[in-house]
Antibody, heavy 123, light 106 residues
Framework: EVQLVESGGGLVQPGRSLKLSCVASGFTFSNYGMNWIRQAPGKGLEWVAY????????YYAETVKGRFTISRDNAKNTLYLQMTSLRSEDTALYYC????????????????WGQGASVTVSS | DIQMTQSPASLSASLGETVTIECRASEDIYNGLAWYQQKPGKSPQLLIY???SLHTGVPSRFSGSGSGTQYSLKINSLQSEDVASYFC????????FGGGTKLELK
């Protein structure tokens, strides 16, 4: 069974940093690119970042570019999201999500999602 | 960015009814369109991709159609377990989502 478990969320002051982790199990993590998606309270979904299986290709949403860094450790089956210069508008539930296939054309079609890590940015 | 406009924002329907949710892209997305279902307090679940391909395990009462900039999700014979929010997402370019449709029982 595919499982994705996020951790590292919490309450943080504006301008500070936070690092999220997502531990994967039930599939060959090193074969798949991975995504972070966020959802502000009571709002819709927003794609945040993508990293390819070997970390060669990395993409960010314009809203987080230059502030967030996606990375992975395939030996540990773990995906990361380093968030810096946090703003109130970054308050959201952050999901890690795996694509349905490892082919690049499906890298943004997500069929496995974690339960989410809650990030609140407030003074 | 490709903008996704989803309608209606909310929908009330009776058990057994057929409902349709629409999604319009700001440019041609060449069938790079997925639909997700999100139940309250839960993570989104993939229903359909490639505009009309049913994901494994999804009941056949769900179907997707469309092309170009116009797409739709149809739910036949509405069941109580279909009460949820539904989101469209384009993946022709960097992904963007529609605003969502909250489906309730009448």
């Amino acid at each position: 069974e595919v499982q994705l478990v996020e951790s590292g969320g919490g309450l943080v002051q504006p301008g500070r940093s936070l690092k999220l982790s997502c531990v994967a199990s039930g599939f060959t993590f090193s074969n798949y690119g991975m995504n972070w998606i966020r959802q502000a309270p009571g709002k819709g979904l927003e794609w945040v970042a993508y990293i390819s299986s070997g970390s060669s290709y990395i993409y960010y949403a314009e809203t987080v570019k230059g502030r967030f860094t996606i990375s992975r450790d395939n030996a540990k089956n773990t995906l990361y999201l380093q968030m810096t210069s946090l703003r109130s508008e970054d308050t959201a539930l952050y999901y890690c999500a795996r694509p349905i296939y490892y082919y690049s054309s499906y890298r943004f079609v997500m069929d496995a999602w974690g339960q989410g890590a809650s990030v609140t940015v407030s003074s | 960015d490709i903008q996704m406009t989803q309608s209606p924002a909310s929908l009330s329907a009776s058990l057994g009814e057929t409902v349709t949710i629409e999604c319009r892209a700001s440019e041609d997305i060449y069938n790079g369109l997925a639909w997700y279902q999100q139940k309250p307090g839960k993570s989104p679940q993939l229903l359909i991709y490639n505009a009309n391909s049913l994901h494994t395990g999804v009941p056949s009462r769900f179907s997707g159609s469309g092309s170009g900039t116009q797409y739709s999700l149809k739910i036949n014979s509405l069941q109580s377990e279909d009460v949820a929010s539904y989101f469209c997402q384009q993946y022709y370019d960097y992904p963007t989502f529609g605003g969502g449709t909250k489906l309730e029982l009448k």
